[in-house]
């Protein structure tokens, strides 16, 4: 039986121990967990009316990167409709009820630390279908059926993190138990609304932790929708990692 959410991954920064970036030496996996019907009803209508209104038609992926350096439809836009469409698109985001747990890792910090440091990207899927399976526990959904939409990024890469997925959900996690969740890996040419809002939420989300004295608006509104029962529990909407 498939449970009443869908949840949808995506990344900023990248998970190389190799070559650190300086001004962004983060990697942050977000995930997006909505109930299906909020999606269907509300999320996606309102994302293709956006597109209709802003570009005329609703083929534009609404990648983060994109939007920031106006590439592409959004080198088109000038700055009274860009400042339009990013009202209309947080505004979306604020109405839309989902929950957002993040996992933010900093690689200086995780080199520094182990000797032998694992992968960025699958602690980031430990952590995150830990706290995803705590949430849908909380909402009694956690012995159905659960959709895990992560976006393609290479065919080894992709191989590697199924994998990975996999043995979490094979009772390597902190409760030890099987995970009801199934991975489904989508190419962003798919034009996932999913795929795009948690592309879009995950880079301010590093940023605040990168310079959480630097004003910060995406962020504000996505600090309002971390999974965190009772108000109380830290480290359930927002992991740093080490």
Do not use: W
């Not at 590439?71 to 009274?80: Q, V």
């Not at 409709?81 to 009202?87: I, L």
């Amino acid at each position: 039986m498939n449970s009443d959410y869908i949840v949808f991954v995506d990344e900023s920064g990248d998970h190389s121990l190799t070559s650190i970036d300086a001004d962004y030496p983060l990697f942050v996996l977000c995930f997006c967990v909505i109930r299906k019907a909020d999606y269907g009803d509300t999320l996606v209508p309102r994302i293709k009316k956006l597109k209709f209104d802003t570009f005329g038609h609703d083929c534009v992926v609404l990648h983060e990167i994109d939007i920031r350096r106006k590439r592409g439809d959004f080198s088109l836009l000038s700055k009274e409709p860009r400042e339009r469409f990013m009202a209309d698109l947080t505004q979306i985001i604020i109405d839309t009820q989902m929950t957002v747990i993040a996992v933010v890792i900093d690689k200086r910090k995780l080199k520094q630390r182990y000797s032998n440091p694992y992968n960025p990207y699958h602690i980031g899927i430990k952590f995150g279908l830990e706290r995803v399976r705590h949430f849908l526990r909380a909402h009694g959904q956690h012995e159905n059926l659960t959709h895990v939409v992560c976006e393609a990024r290479g065919a080894k890469e992709d191989k590697d993190l199924e994998l990975e997925f996999r043995r979490v959900c094979d009772g390597d996690n902190r409760s030890g138990v099987p995970y009801q969740f199934d991975i489904v890996i989508c190419d962003k040419k798919a034009n996932s609304e999913g795929l795009q809002i948690s592309d879009l939420m995950a880079r301010p989300i590093g940023l605040h932790i990168l310079r959480p004295d630097q004003q910060n608006r995406a962020y504000d509104v996505l600090a309002e929708k971390f999974f965190s029962p009772n108000s109380v529990v830290n480290g359930n909407g927002l992991k740093i990692f080490p």
